[in-house]
Structure formats: C-alpha cells, structure tokens
T-cell receptor, first 110, second 113 residues
C-alpha cells in the first residue's frame, strides 16, 4: 500500500516548540491521528482531527491539516523532557486498518 | 478497568520453536490487530480480525498464524517458518466504524536465541 511519510528524528531544546510533520496519501481519509509511544510501551492516542477541520487545539497540542497538500502537523508548545518519545501519525480509511507512518523520534534536550 | 493485556512482557525462545503470544481485551471491541515493530520500521500489520471467526492477512503475514474464536481474544503464533522473529509485538483493538480510537496493548518483546 501507499505510505504515510514522516521524518524519523527531531531534536529540540526544553521550552521550545516542536513541530512534527506528516504527509498522508488518501484524500478520502476521514480521520487523522497522532499517537505517542514511550520506550518499551504501547501506543497512546494523543489527539485526532476530522478531515473537514483545518486546526484543532488541545492544551499544549495543536494539529494543523492541509487537505490540499495532504499534510498534517503536530505542534507541541513548551516542550518538556517528558515529551521525549516516538510520535506516529495515522490515517483512517473507513473500516480498514489504520495506516501508520514510521514514527518520528523526538528528543528533548534539557 | 477496561483495556488490552498482552502476556508475557518478555519472551525468549529457541530457534525452530513455535511460540504463541496472548492478547485479551475487555473493551467489547469487534476488531483486533497484530503489529510487529522493529527499530526504524514503524508498525507493520501482521494480521487483523474484524469479527469473530474471521481474520485477514496484513502486510507481513508469512510465518505467522492467528485465531479468533472469542471476541475478546486474538492470539498470535510465531512459527518456525518466520525467518527473523525477534521483534516487539503490539496488539490493538477498535470498535467498528470510521472514527473510533484504536487502543494498544503494552506489547511483548520476543527474542529468539
């Protein structure tokens, strides 16, 4: 199948903003998700956005969606060391399995 | 508490042995999934099941088998035919429908010696 693309690594200083980008493939995707994975653990849903929205904000998290370019981003404000993890974007295509990107490893430098 | 359990957390097996990984959910979800995770590879779908007594191959099903005899259980067997079985295995479940959060278990790390 076609891939969801993410850059593999991002490094930021504590207190700065982090922006993690994702390019998805299916213009008919209805929901797009961001998951967080801490070392040795499963994935946890951070946030999601419906495809008819441009932006969604949830405390320190802001999701931006550009449907024309099939581009999704996750901004984490005031990044903390506890935000160090792997972040996955995923797209939903109805009842078929979610399609995940390869994940972006975020490293936060104190 | 509702959730997904995977056992054991760590599993060691000798080469050539079959091994079964357990996945149980009490969320009353219809769909269940198995993923394999290797460093830098993201999640790769092994098998999934949308309903009891039915399952479909994912992208990397060769060398694996599953069963779905009960709604709450979806065990994965890693057979001796799987050439490189050492990996982190994640189970997930989801209610059917376009938007529904996919929940993940804590994972099982399988090491084949």
């Amino acid at each position: 199948g076609e891939d969801v693309e993410q850059s593999l690594f991002l490094s930021v200083r504590e207190g700065d903003s982090s922006v993690i980008n994702c390019t998805y493939t299916d213009s008919s995707s209805t929901y797009l998700y961001w998951y967080k994975q801490e070392p040795g653990a499963g994935l946890q849903l951070l946030t999601y956005i419906f495809s008819n929205m441009d932006m969604k904000q949830d405390q320190r998290l802001t999701v931006l969606l550009n449907k024309k370019d099939k581009h999704l981003s996750l901004r984490i404000a005031d990044t903390q060391t506890g935000d160090s993890a792997i972040y996955f974007c995923a797209e939903s295509r109805g009842n078929t399995p979610l399609v995940f990107g390869k994940g972006t490893r975020l490293s936060v430098i104190a | 508490d509702g959730g997904i359990t995977q056992s054991p957390k760590y599993l060691f097996r000798k080469e050539g042995q079959n091994v079964t990984l357990s996945c149980e959910q009490n969320l009353n979800h219809d769909a269940m999934y198995w993923y394999r995770q290797d460093p830098g590879q993201g999640l790769r779908l092994i098998y999934y099941s949308q309903i009891v007594n039915d399952f479909q191959k994912g992208d990397i099903a060769e060398g694996y088998s599953v069963s779905r005899e009960k709604k709450e259980s979806f065990p994965l067997t890693v057979t001796s035919a799987q050439k490189n079985p050492t990996a982190f295995y994640l189970c997930a479940s989801r209610r059917r429908g376009d938007y529904n959060e996919q929940f993940f278990g804590p994972g099982t790390r399988l090491t084949v010696l």
